[in-house]
């Protein structure tokens, strides 16, 4: 079976740093996805891991570990506008196409 | 702006009707996913289509049906619906290739079932 485990809210304060994490359990991985959502809009593509390490990308960094089935996003330097909620989502190819499982998403509230 | 395009944007239905949805995928992509998202929730996968034939399918029953066109946009079509059909559906366009290109989503069809 699959499944997408990820931490339901989080608060930071404007020009912090945050980690969100996400553990997965999947048979058929082929990379992992985060994507940011804003409330009643579509998902938003921030980054993508398929080999262990760490992927950066402006002020937002991801980091995979198969072996561990982790990952975490890491965003610098928070604004008012990363308020979002933010979507891990696994790309499993085990049924012979490729379809993103996604977790359930991490609110992210961002203050002043 | 990612060139995928849903319509419509919101939509009411009442209870036990049918609706279609409509989505025009990003030029060059060839595969269109559909996913329902529920309030509070991550988008779940309904089903892909490639060169007009359905791909694979997630844990949705057969009143959700779709279709994908030659220019490679795509329908979905729900029957009998029920209260809990009440969610926001992504339609999604890639590549038919199986590497880092990332799912471009469209912004939604916002369906309410009363």
């Known amino acids: 079976g699959q499944n997408i485990d990820q931490p339901t809210e989080m608060t930071a304060t404007e020009g912090a740093i945050v980690q969100i994490n996400c553990t997965y359990q999947t048979s058929g991985f082929n990379g992992l996805f985060w994507y940011q959502q804003h409330a009643g809009e579509a998902p938003t593509f921030l980054s993508y891991n398929v080999l262990d390490g760490l992927e950066e990308k402006g002020r937002f960094s991801s980091f995979l570990s198969r072996s561990k089935g982790y990952s975490y996003l890491l965003l610098k330097e928070l604004q008012m506008k990363d308020s979002a909620s933010y979507l891990c989502a696994v790309r499993d190819l085990n049924t012979g196409f490729q379809k993103l499982v996604f977790g359930t998403g991490t609110r992210l509230l961002v203050s002043p | 702006e990612t060139g995928v395009t849903q319509s419509p944007t919101h939509l009411i239905k009442t209870r036990g009707q049918q609706v279609t949805l409509r989505c025009s995928s990003q030029?060059?992509?060839?595969?269109v996913s559909w996913y329902q998202q529920a309030l509070g929730q991550g988008p779940q996968f309904i089903f892909q289509?490639?060169?007009?034939?359905?791909?694979g399918r997630g844990n949705f029953p057969p009143r959700f049906s779709g279709l994908q066109f030659p220019n490679y946009s795509s329908e979905l079509n729900v029957n009998a619906l029920e209260l809990d059909d009440s969610a926001l559906y992504l339609c999604?366009?890639?590549?038919?290739?199986?590497?880092?290109?990332?799912?471009?989503f469209g912004q939604g069809t916002r369906l309410t079932v009363v």
């Open positions: 289509y490639y060169r007009e034939e359905e791909n």
């Open positions: 030029s060059g992509h060839n595969t």
């Open positions: 999604a366009s890639s590549p038919h290739r199986q590497d880092g290109t990332e799912a471009f």
